[in-house]
């Protein structure tokens, strides 16, 4: 009944809903199944009418680039929400303030920042998500992590209203913050400092070149796995996953990259169980041998 009720709200707007829609293509393990609704938002409006009428009678997962994202291969009893890239735009205020909607992706984020001569934004280049997501795990690199340069966000909750919130009453830890679940991201100020393009370029290009030598490109992988576990241990967690796991495990076509061993790739056709089953091996061992508990990095939709 609810997806007919959907299907009657949907007529006149622009937003476009689909039923069993295929997720596989939508991240970047190239995993999944199918959600029985998948919602592109179009427009605010559109986003807060549907959040207002249904918002509190499905279970609902915002995808954004798919990059930190494990997707089951079963069928998702709910909605999910792509925001469109009406929701990607970027502007700069008269005070150095930049703007940007939360579908924006962090690089072009980054590439706005250097533009517009505005240091501080350059770890984004290397963070290979969007502006919604890096708010939801304070993503970051290089010592340097969304807080650090955000000023304010504005969010719309499951009864459709909208609201901003500053940095300084949200409480940010490593790949964490205190901010409601069920908020969904809509845009986010964020302050730099002035700083000469060629700096920018410059501290941009040795990042990347950092990056590239260590971590694994151009493959079917969600980025890092596992956090790093501060406070239980020095060792970074590539390390601890070297010292307490073969290797070459693999569970059907979900391995570990042997280029990063906190980054899992798909093979060719690994299933939600292969990956699932690979993480949970990787999690016990590295407990086993070290007493160290790893969390998980990336989102995982099930």
């Not at 006149?12 to 938002?41: P, R």
């Not at 590239?212 to 151009?218: A, C, G, N």
């Not at 967690?237 to 070459?248: G, H």
Request: aromatic share 10%; proline share 2%; hydrophobic share 40%.
């Amino acid at each position: 009944m609810q997806i007919e009720e959907i299907k009657e709200f949907s007529k006149g707007l622009k937003s476009q809903f689909y039923f069993n829609y295929d997720l596989k293509k939508l991240n970047w393990f190239n995993i999944g199944g199918k959600t029985k609704i998948y919602f592109k938002a179009e427009s605010l409006i559109d986003l807060a009418s549907f959040l207002k009428k249904f918002g509190n009678k499905f279970k609902i997962f915002v995808l954004g680039a798919g990059s930190n994202t494990l997707i089951t291969d079963k069928i998702f009893d709910g909605v999910v929400i792509k925001l469109s890239k009406n929701f990607s735009n970027v502007s700069v205020l008269p005070n150095g303030i930049i703007v940007a909607g939360s579908a924006c992706a962090d690089k072009k984020l980054s590439e706005y920042a250097l533009e517009n001569e505005i240091g501080g934004f350059e770890f984004l280049s290397c963070i290979p998500g969007t502006v919604g997501g890096g708010l939801r795990m304070n993503a970051g690199c290089f010592n340097r992590e969304f807080k650090d340069i955000l000023i304010s966000i504005q969010a719309i909750n499951r009864e459709g209203n909208v609201t901003t919130i500053p940095a300084d009453r949200v409480i940010f830890d490593y790949r964490n913050n205190d901010l409601a679940e069920d908020l969904i991201f809509l845009s986010a100020s964020f302050k730099g400092l002035k700083k000469s393009k060629d700096k920018i370029k410059k501290e941009i290009e040795g990042l990347k070149k950092t990056k590239d030598k260590s971590q694994p490109s151009r493959i079917k992988t969600s980025g890092s796995t596992f956090k790093n576990p501060i406070g239980q241990t020095n060792k970074k967690v590539w390390e601890l996953i070297k010292e307490s796991v073969p290797l070459n495990t693999r569970f059907g076509d979900a391995a570990i990259s042997d280029k990063h061993y906190n980054f899992f790739v798909n093979k060719n056709n690994a299933t939600f169980d292969d990956m699932n089953k690979l993480i949970e091996f990787v999690m016990k061992s590295v407990e086993k041998k070290t007493g160290v508990k790893l969390e998980k990095e990336i989102k995982i939709l099930e």
